[in-house]
């Protein structure tokens, strides 16, 4: 049997993969079995942001693999107190390994309510109702599917974990009026990844704080796709000049080994106490190490270089718009990327993907771009090539 019969007899049919069999990957290019190179813009969802088996990684990994790779949260694990110790700095906070994005924000929504019953509002016993918005993702646990703001993924689930109520995204009036007493958070992505590449604007971003700082609501940015230099900043807050009280990491963190991080800021970093919160594999050494050596690749050197790319990319995508009507629009910040299309995309990244560009459509009309940062002005015109030449061909 080949790997597709094998997967049909054996797996869950949980994912809808292309026909594309991954040999190797490095860089911004990905092989395929029978030697195909493909140009990747979309870095496994925005998870190699530093590209494919990026050689200081691999290193780091190799070398606390050789030492150990699991020794439990039980005891001291150097790697994993290093990582924790730069990104709480980061952020300025206390710091949650996890394993996740989903992990992360399952942790945030745990930390929000129990900073909910430890500060209740006047005349209530406690704070447990979460703000989140419409078209939000939030991950593929029960509680962060509860929290996620797409219908689609609610009807096999009911009854949702309770209380999750979600405002317009961009609207600051809607998030107003459902604060109550029993108010804890708002959770937001500052970019919607999954929900169509709808990007936070800044005067909202905001209002959302002073909102929340007027009502006493801790504020949450799930930065799980966005976060850790997509947007040209390490944090994509860094944007908009407005810091939250929490803050979710995961995805690029290790830049392909799986880790999530939530950091808490002053505010409630001391709501959780021992036995509140936990993971065994939470934090691995192994992957805490791949994400210190990918911390001491995010200079401010590299940043500039890769926002640089990106309004390159960005000027690129719109001279497609005004060349096909089918475009609505250019989305997004940074490189997470879009444009929003008068049809279903689907096919568009499937023929994209014959000619060897390798994207995503999501929320079936936007084509999602999430390149590797270390990509060139010369793969930015190789991918618009390959986009032209797509759209060239649409009857």
């Known amino acids: 049997m080949n790997v597709k019969q094998i997967e049909n007899k054996y797996f869950m049919p949980t994912y809808k993969r292309s026909d594309l069999i991954v040999k190797k990957a490095k860089g911004q290019f990905i092989w395929d079995d029978k030697g195909k190179k493909y140009l990747d813009f979309f870095s496994g969802i925005s998870v190699c942001n530093l590209g494919h088996s990026n050689g200081a990684v691999i290193k780091a990994a190799k070398k606390q693999l050789d030492l150990f790779a699991h020794a439990s949260n039980l005891y001291y694990a150097p790697a994993q107190i290093e990582l924790g110790a730069q990104l709480a700095k980061k952020f300025g906070g206390k710091v949650f390994l996890a394993n996740s994005g989903a992990e992360a924000n399952e942790g945030a929504i745990k930390l929000a309510r129990k900073w909910g019953l430890l500060n209740p509002a006047k005349d209530a016993a406690k704070r447990y109702e979460i703000i989140s918005f419409d078209n939000s993702f939030h991950g593929r646990t029960m509680a962060t ?159 500039s270089k890769a926002s640089q790319t990106a309004k390159y990319f960005h000027n690129k995508l719109k001279e497609l718009q005004k060349k096909y009507k089918v475009i609505n629009e250019v989305r997004g910040i940074g490189l997470i990327c879009g444009l929003d299309l008068k049809i279903n995309g689907k096919d568009i990244a499937a023929k994209c993907l014959d000619k060897g560009l390798i994207i995503n459509c999501t929320h079936d009309t936007v084509l999602r771009f999430l390149p590797p940062l270390i990509i060139t002005e010369k793969d930015v015109d190789a991918a618009v090539k390959i986009i032209d030449e797509v759209f060239a061909q649409l009857k």
Not at 175 to 184: S, W
């Open 145 to 303: 599917m509860a929290a996620t703001g797409q219908k689609k993924f609610h009807d096999y689930l009911k009854p949702l974990q309770e209380k999750f109520v979600f405002a317009q995204f961009n609207n600051i009036n809607s998030v107003e009026k459902l604060i109550n007493d029993k108010t804890a958070a708002v959770i937001i992505e500052l970019v919607q990844g999954e929900g169509g590449l709808f990007t936070a604007e800044k005067q909202f971003v905001k209002d959302l704080r002073d909102l929340c700082v007027k009502n006493n609501l801790l504020l949450i940015f799930d930065e799980i796709q966005c976060g850790i230099g997509r947007t040209g900043k390490f944090f994509a807050y860094q944007n908009y000049g407005v810091k939250p009280d929490i803050v979710t990491l995961a995805k690029s963190l290790a830049n392909g080994l799986p880790l999530g991080a939530l950091i808490a800021g002053d505010k409630c970093k001391d709501a959780f106490t021992y036995g509140d919160h936990g993971s065994t594999f939470g934090g691995n050494p192994v992957a805490c190490a791949a994400a210190n050596a990918v911390l001491k690749q995010m200079s401010p050197a590299f940043l």
